[in-house]
């Protein structure tokens, strides 16, 4: 499959503060895990709000959404996840197509 059926997964994360060292490690150990495990995982990247250190947002992309959807209903995934997300106050993800490239 090519680029055209490339698919996202993103997450908003709102750390509580005092964890964010914590879980940029988490996450960094659950992607690692992702590309070691998972077939269709091409990348994935955690960006730092520069304004509040808190707020971080993640993306990952997909060779095709059953990829994805295999990560996702992973054990693997389930216990990554939760281990990033238990030091988080709030957190909100997603799931994405193209919708214009540049």
Known sequence: MGDAVTTWASGD??????NEEEFVGRWRDW????????AGFRSATLIRDAQDASHFVSFSDWAD???RES????E???EKFASCKE???GFRGGDFALAVSA
């Open 76 to 78: 693997g995934f389930r």
């Open 87 to 89: 030091l988080c106050d």
């Open 65 to 67: 959404v059953e990829s």
């Open 13 to 18: 994360w709102s750390v509580t503060p005092g």
């Open 31 to 38: 992607l690692q895990w992702s590309r070691d495990n998972i």
């Open 71 to 74: 990560w996702k209903n992973s």
